[in-house]
């Protein structure tokens, strides 16, 4: 393998290939005690917190004049830092100056420095509220762009000795901690070690956010749909780990990606557990009818205007009929015209600053929708069938999930133009075959449906009762299955009758 | 390739209901009523029942001689071999599969024929026809996961349309014209229930499949439900066409289940049939898929050639048939040819099987 870094073999040569940065400063601190030393203090200002060097270095001038400070251990004994480590390998010392570490070296002790952690904070985003997936119900906390901070609040929440946190580093130009989260008690060790393996086996220089990550490691990358969950709330991190999943967060993303996921994860919304599980069922029926309709609705126009006008209800026709007759194009091209005005919206959206983001909607929606239809470039039956199929598309509670459903639906519409239902039909027919052809972490990607696990069922597309989703899912082949024991069941009793 | 599959590739007994239903029920489900009543007119459920409860003697026959295996060669290209000896097996696994093949084009042309007659009257269907075949083969190239997947979702997505259709034509139903009971001679009973056993001509599938179950003991219910649940589709679906239908139209409509339901309209929906169709395909589709996956499978076993070289072969004799069945007339040869060779497989092939076990096992004690 060639590295585009040479090898720095030892600590001069290191401290020379950082001198060459402006950022980087060297101090020196003399004790003119018992006897004269020199102490370098070697460090990235960019990187690490001024408030706590000067910390230290106050407190180094305030060192009794009788104490022997001669050597390199001595001097760290008084600095007022947990974490230092003492060490004499160069890769060591390189990571963590690049880190914002501050080295401590003399010219005496070449074979000893001591690394002082001074990590700085700042510029990183210290709000923590959910910006993508809101909830109207339940805690509102996310993660920041800090792993650290992140870890820490899973384990506030998972307050237990079996919660198990691995660190590994990725990128061979961004050395990006990876850290690997699982619940002991209920995570399949053979889980986690293919999901070591596949972090530990990447070649890739710089990570960005946990998403490239997902993408890197994934069973399959010739899919539109997410393998892995990605996530930014806390809640659900927590509720993957005590289902037995695996999660994972880099340095420098909000997001964790838990895993082995099922297609039905990607509609559970934390908000389910806590309503009461009726309307938890409830929404999730409609975010699946809602991601159903989305896929098909523009196509079924498509389909029923072109070749099965027969089968929708005269009355209905007439005003179809109606709507269409002053338009000049075929129905696929109306379809095409309008999904693709959609998709602008939504991606200009998104890429816009909110406050001009509100403007574009309206500009967007209302106007060149109205404009459209009294210009018969489409009919407003189809303005009102793709404006409901877009805002369905949205009901799935991830965003990438969604991402997957929009653009699926333009094979169909095509399919729906050249074969009617039947194009629908065998359209949904190839989405069926390559869902039960996907594996997340080598596990099925439909279950409990393909295979069918009927004891999993409870919790899928419905959501139980709290005395019944009391044990792990058993797809997920958890180490024990049982969350909690639910109070024993109330004895029937007749009516008025203790 | 020896020994009972891995984990990777098998599925659990209970998806065996799937694989089942799906070799069990196929294009005629559209159009049996019609052959059947031909000769039992309104008594035509009983033979019915008889086919189902045959088939379902059958099952328990196959299952009979997959016991009578070793675990690891209970399929069926070993039991030929071993029942037929090496070269006679080798000619019987070859017919078989070709058999199979065979097989899986009736039920493509047969939904053809529908597409053509009931949705696009006025344009070929090749080019769906080759469309359908591309799916096929990227099914049957994700192994049998994946062709049972197909099955499973071909299996509730028509339970999930057809009941509450069956429900709302309940109120429309002459239930006198099944009487009287039993006015047919047994032996036009008897032909009829012959007629009915073709559209099982597809159960020896569950020899084949038969290795990739886990835990086979548990498999044999979920074979008996299947045969059960197929058995009340085809008695409901019989009973629906005598009682709604008259003898007379029964005998000149081709498609007496799309008749019946084209005759539904919801407020928001007409020509149900057109919808029967089209969710049908992915029904068909599994179809097509298991016939050919149990072909191209059996093809390795015999001849030991790579199963993405059968199927492309067999996936071109479907389109040199297709080609060579342009009108009803031949298509409907093809469909007479097969159910005939289907009868031999019935009626002859799998009881002989049966009775070489049953001999195997007595010749086994006196040793």
Known sequence: MQSSQHELTTIDEFLAACRQSSDFITIDLSFMLTAPTTFKLSYYKTLVDKAKLSHIIKSLQEVEPSASLTRIEELVAHIPIDGIQLTDEVETIQSGVLK????????????????????????????????????????????VEDVDYNLQLVRLQLNSPDLIIKEITVGTLSKTRVSLLYLKEAANQENVAKIEKRIKSLNFDVIFDTTQLDQLIADNSFTPFPLFITTERRDRVVYSLILGQVAVVCDGSPYFITGPSNLFDFFVSPED??????????????????????????????????????????????????????VPFPPLVEALFLEITVEFLREAGARLPSRIGQTLGIVGGIILG????????????????????????????????????RFLRFPIIFLAAIWGSLGIALGVTIIIIHLSQLRSLGYPYTVPFFPLRTK?????????SYSKINSRPSFLKPATTIRYVPKKAKVKRDFDEE | MNGVVSDKFSVSPMHLLFVMYVSLVSSGTMSFQHDIAFSAGHDAWISVIIATLYIALLVWMMFFILNRQKQEQAYLVSINNRYFGKTLGTAVNLILILYLVIGSFVAFRNYLQIIHVWVFPHSTTWPIGLFILLIVYYAISGGFQSVTGLCLWGTISIFIFIIPQLITVATRLHLDNILPVFNHPIAEIATSSKQMTHEFTRCEILLIAYPFIREQKKAKRWAYWAVLVCGLL????????????????????????????????????????????????????????????????????????????????????????????????????????????????LFLYIPLLFAISLFMKKRLKEE
């Open chain 1, 273 to 326: 557990y806590y309503t009461p599980w009726l309307l938890g069922s409830f929404f999730r029926a409609i975010r699946i009818f809602g991601v159903v309709f989305s896929m098909l609705a523009s196509a079924m126009y498509v389909a029923i205007i072109t070749f099965h006008y027969d089968i929708i209800p005269k009355e209905l026709l007439g005003r179809l009929v109606y709507s269409r007759q002053s």
């Open chain 1, 370 to 405: 109205q404009a459209a239809v009294e210009a018969s470039l489409t009919s407003n039956v189809l303005i009102i069938i793709v404006s409901l199929s877009a805002l369905a598309s949205f009901v799935t509670p991830i965003y990438k999930m969604s991402n997957a459903i």
């Open chain 2, 234 to 345: 085809y008695l409901l679906l019989s009973m629906y066409a005598i009682v709604y239908f008259s003898q007379g139209q029964l005998e000149q409509i081709s498609w007496p289940t799309l008749s019946l339901f084209s005759t539904l309209d919801y407020p928001l929906m007409q020509r149900m049939e057109t919808l029967l169709i089209t969710i049908w395909i992915v029904k068909i589709l599994a179809i097509i898929s298991l016939g050919l996956w149990a072909a191209c499978h059996s093809m390795k076993l015999t001849t030991k050639t790579k199963q993405r070289t059968s199927l492309k072969i067999f996936m071109g004799v479907i389109v040199i048939l297709l080609y060579f069945t342009k009108n009803e007339e031949q298509a409907q040869m093809v469909t007479n040819l097969y159910s005939s060779v289907g009868e031999y497989v």
């Open chain 1, 456 to 464: 999993d069922l409870k919790d899928s597309l419905v959501r139980s």
């Open chain 1, 100 to 143: 914002g570490f501050l080295l401590v070296h003399n010219d005496k002790e070449l074979h000893l420095n001591a690394l002082v952690p001074l990590i700085s904070k700042n510029g990183l985003r210290t709000s923590n509220e959910t910006e993508e997936e809101f909830s109207v119900v339940g805690p509102k906390v996310g993660f």
